[in-house]
C-alpha cells in the first residue's frame, strides 16, 4: 500500500527566505496529521547547518514518521560547464542531506528552459549531469527521481523538461537502478498535456509521485505561458488547490499506478489556504488509497 507524505507548499518563504517560520514549528503541524513521512526541501534555511540533520530527523521519528523524500532543484542546462559542475557539486550534497534525514528519494530536476537552448542539447546537458550523480546516489542507496516539474519557486524559467515529449526523451535517455520517476499530474496539466496520457507513457518508471490540484485564478494557460519567462518563481495568476477539488481524476490516476504495481511515497503539496485545506486532502487521498489499495486481511 502506498504511503503519504505532506510539503510544506504553503511555508516555502518563511522556511526558505524570511526565516519568519522554524523547521521545528513545521514538523509541530505536519506529525499530527494522519501521514506516514514528511517530505523535505534542501533549501530549509536551517538545513545550512548540518548539525541540524540529525536533530531534525530525530524530531519527525521521535513522532512516528520518516522523511522519505528529498525536493531540491538543481539546474543541470546551463551553458557553462563551470556552473553545471557546481549544480553537480550540490546535488550530491543533497544526496548526503537525504541519507542523513534517512530517506529513500532525491529529487532531480533537468534544469530552466533558458530561450537560447535547443532541446537536443537540454537533453544531452541534464541527462550528462543526472548520470554524474548517480554512482554517488547507488553508494548510499538513494534512488533520483525526475519530476515533470513546472518551475521551482526561485528560478527565473519555468523546466526544461516540462512538456511530455521532452521529459520521455530525457527518462528514455536515462537507464539505471537508482533513478525514477516522480509524477505529478497537476504540472502535465500546466504543460498543456494530459497527465493521463503522461502516465502512461512513464508508469513503469514513476516510483513516488506528487498529489495536488491546479487552478487559475483567472485567465488562461495562453495568459500564463506568456508570463513564465523572466519572473522568478510562479506567477501571480496560478494556486495550489485542495486535492480532489481541482482538474485532475484521481481515479483514473490511481487505477494506471495500481496496475503497474506502484507501491511507493504519495507526497502532498497542499495547504496554502491553511492547514484546514491540508487536513481534507491528507483525508481525500487516504480513503482513495484504501480504496485501490484495500489493506489483506
Not at 534555511?45 to 540529525?54: C, H, I, Q, V
Request: net charge negative; proline share 4%.
Amino acid at each position: 500500500m502506498p504511503k503519504l507524505a505532506v510539503f510544506p507548499k504553503a511555508y516555502m518563504t518563511a522556511l526558505c527566505k524570511d526565516g519568519t517560520m522554524q523547521v521545528s514549528d513545521w514538523i509541530k503541524l505536519a506529525v499530527k496529521l494522519d501521514v506516514d513521512g514528511l517530505e523535505w526541501y534542501a533549501g530549509f534555511l536551517e538545513m545550512a547547518n548540518e548539525t541540524n540533520w540529525s536533530r531534525f530527523r530525530k524530531e519527525v521519528e521521535d513522532n512516528g514518521k520518516v522523511i522519505p523524500m528529498m525536493c531540491c532543484s538543481p539546474d543541470f542546462t546551463h551553458p557553462d560547464k563551470v556552473f553545471r559542475d557546481k549544480e553537480i557539486a550540490k546535488q550530491k550534497k543533497w544526496i548526503d542531506m537525504t541519507y542523513s534525514l534517512g530517506g529513500s528519494y532525491c529529487r532531480v530536476l533537468s534544469g530552466q528552459r533558458r530561450p537560447e537552448l535547443s532541446i537536443d542539447e537540454g537533453v544531452k546537458l541534464a541527462a550528462e549531469c543526472i548520470e554524474t550523480c548517480l554512482p554517488h546516489a547507488q553508494d548510499k542507496n538513494i534512488t533520483l527521481i525526475l519530476e515533470n516539474h513546472y518551475k521551482d519557486d526561485f528560478w527565473e524559467y519555468p523546466e526544461f523538461a516540462q512538456k511530455i515529449d521532452v521529459f520521455c526523451m530525457l527518462v528514455a535517455s536515462i537507464n539505471h537502478s537508482h533513478f525514477g520517476v516522480n509524477y505529478d499530474p497537476s504540472n502535465a496539466y500546466l504543460a498543456g498535456d494530459d497527465p493521463l496520457q503522461l502516465l502512461r507513457n512513464v508508469a513503469d518508471r514513476v516510483v513516488t509521485m506528487h498529489a495536488s490540484d491546479r487552478y487559475l485564478i483567472e485567465g488562461t494557460l495562453e495568459d500564463l505561458r506568456k508570463e513564465e519567462g523572466g519572473v522568478a518563481g510562479y506567477v501571480k495568476r496560478l494556486r495550489h488547490g485542495e486535492v480532489g477539488k481541482g482538474l485532475n481524476d484521481y481515479d483514473a490516476i490511481f487505477t494506471q499506478l495500481k496496475k503497474v504495481g506502484f507501491n511507493g511515497w504519495i507526497s502532498i503539496e497542499d495547504g496554502v489556504d491553511g492547514m484546514p485545506q491540508l487536513e481534507r486532502s491528507v483525508k481525500f487521498l487516504r480513503n482513495k488509497i484504501r480504496q485501490y489499495w484495500p489493506e489483506k486481511l
